[in-house]
């Protein structure tokens, strides 16, 4: 089984430009997270979805950063306008409700973000 | 607001000797906790999970909930370098969410 799939895995900008991540989750579940993780920092919840909905968007940047997942698949986490403070690894988490193990999330590598 | 706060921030051990990391939580009325491990420019790879105060052990990973003093430990027996990675502790309100609380992380060292 193919585990979360992200690219770009490295991406360099100056402050102003504009990056977009993809996410590929894991086949079957239905849930899709997007964290942000500082250097030396554990990560913290941007946005989460269920399908298509968005079920909690409450750390998200909005006036910035962007989230999508139009079929319930993959998604598409945008960054306008970049800051050097975005400076950050964002990590794509997938889970299947009622899965077992107390819906357990599944991580990719991440995607690392340097704004110079 | 849940906080997570490890303990300590980085760890040297040599290999075979018994590795003890520390996570303190502000919520009691937290339902799940997990233990994960990243290796440096890799993603998160979930160690345990534990739901109930006592011992869940995977491997050669044993978790210690204790909800009354608000502690989850992670024990680690006999590591190998290999096991030298960032160790996070997440903690999450219910069964059902991902909404996960992460604390920073305690940086483990083992030394052939």
């Known amino acids: 089984e193919a585990g979360v799939t992200q690219s770009p895995r490295y991406a360099v900008l100056q402050e102003g430009q504009a990056v977009s991540f993809w996410c590929d989750p894991i086949?079957?579940?239905?849930?899709l997270y997007w964290y942000q993780q500082p250097r030396d920092q554990g990560p913290q919840l941007l946005v989460y979805?269920?399908?298509?909905?968005?079920?909690?968007n409450s750390q998200l940047p909005s006036d910035r950063f962007s989230a999508v997942r139009p079929k319930g698949t993959n998604s598409t986490l945008k960054i306008q306008s970049a800051k050097q403070g975005d400076t950050a690894t964002y990590l794509c988490?997938?889970?299947?409700?009622?899965?077992?193990?107390?819906?357990?999330?599944?991580f990719g590598e991440g995607s690392r973000l340097i704004v110079v | 607001q849940q906080k997570v706060q490890q303990s300590p921030e980085s760890l040297t051990v040599s290999e075979g000797a018994m590795a003890s990391l520390n996570c303190t939580f502000s919520d009691r009325s937290s339902d799940n906790f997990r233990w994960y491990r990243q290796h440096s420019g890799k993603g998160l790879e979930v160690l345990v999970s534990i739901f109930s105060d006592g011992e869940k052990e995977e491997g050669s990973f044993t978790a210690h909930l204790n909800r009354a003093s608000l502690h989850v430990f992670l024990h680690i027996r006999e590591p190998q370098p290999s096991d030298s990675a960032l160790y996070l502790c997440a903690v999450s309100p219910g069964a059902n969410t991902g909404k996960l609380t992460f604390g920073h992380g305690t940086i483990l060292r083992v030394h052939p």
């Open positions: 979805f269920r399908d298509e909905a968005v079920i909690d």
């Open positions: 988490a997938s889970s299947r409700t009622g899965g077992g193990s107390g819906n357990t999330l599944y």
């Open positions: 086949s079957g579940h239905d849930t």
